[in-house]
């Protein structure tokens, strides 16, 4: 387990090779939602749905290099396998099957309303650039939620996006399409692709582009890392 930093509140827990695997027979597995609905909230429960990069164990606050320097990082948890295409390799691997603590915000247009609310406070506090951690868990879960993406992106001129998709469906084409189109501030990659460029794969042993350096200890968490914004290049990632 590598410390805790100014950057982060919790340590970082080093790939085991082996995680919380899931019975297809498990309630959470068939019913498609988390091993924890107890934290799942709507989003007039929570204080706010983008949580400070450095509440999390990989994250980080804020940004230590590259052209996004110094902006400030946040995160957005929904809720895992109810937001996610059911044919996702991860379905009974996900990483909130370890992550009991993670709150997770019930998707809809509560959180697509809350969502506005919230990019549009953080451009005004940061006009030089923010940037959004997509998702902790879950995924994109309907083409309205796309869009409401495409439309902040437009409208909200500092913000920058990070992070993966796991769908193959028409949702994941709008997601695959707005990344295409913004890569340099919406940089979602697709899960599982077998491609050098703009995807990522968990692999026990070999890579395809770089492993992620915050798990082999070559930098302390993403955002003294910068590479999923900064690169296009194929992220590994090793089984937790
Ligand atoms: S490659 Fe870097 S930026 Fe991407 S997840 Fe790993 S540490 Fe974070």
Redesign the pocket.
């Known amino acids: 387990m590598t410390a805790a930093s100014a950057l982060r509140r919790f340590p970082t827990i080093k790939p085991a090779g082996r995680g919380v695997v899931l019975s297809s027979l498990h309630p959470a597995y068939r019913s498609g939602r988390t091993m924890f609905p107890s934290r799942v909230f709507d989003p007039d429960e929570v204080e706010r749905i983008l949580k400070d990069g450095h509440q999390s164990r990989?994250?980080g606050k804020t940004v230590q290099k590259g052209r996004l320097k110094d902006a400030p990082i946040f995160t957005l948890t929904l809720e895992e396998r109810a937001t996610c295409e059911r044919s996702c390799s991860a379905w009974g691997i996900c990483y909130g099957n370890g992550m009991q603590a993670a709150e997770r915000i019930v998707a809809g247009a509560a959180l697509e309303a809350a969502l506005w609310d919230e990019l549009a406070a953080l451009q005004a506090a940061h006009p030089r650039g923010f940037l959004v951690r997509l998702h902790v868990l879950g995924d994109f879960y309907s083409l309205t939620y796309v869009a409401l993406w495409m439309r902040a992106l437009a409208a909200f001129p500092a913000l920058h996006v990070?992070g993966f998709t796991a769908r193959t469906d028409a949702i994941g084409e709008a997601v695959r399409e707005l990344a295409d189109a913004n890569w340099d501030r919406f940089a979602i990659r697709v899960s599982g692709r077998e491609d050098p460029r703009r995807a990522s794969v968990i692999r026990d042993a070999g890579a395809i582009g770089?492993v992620?350096?915050?798990?082999t200890g070559a930098?302390d968490?993403?955002a003294t890392?910068?590479?999923?914004?900064q690169s296009d290049i194929s992220?590994t990632f090793r089984r937790h």
Not at 212 to 215: D, E, L, T, V
């Open positions: 990989k994250i990070f770089v992620c350096p915050a798990q930098t968490c993403c890392c910068a590479l999923c914004w992220i």
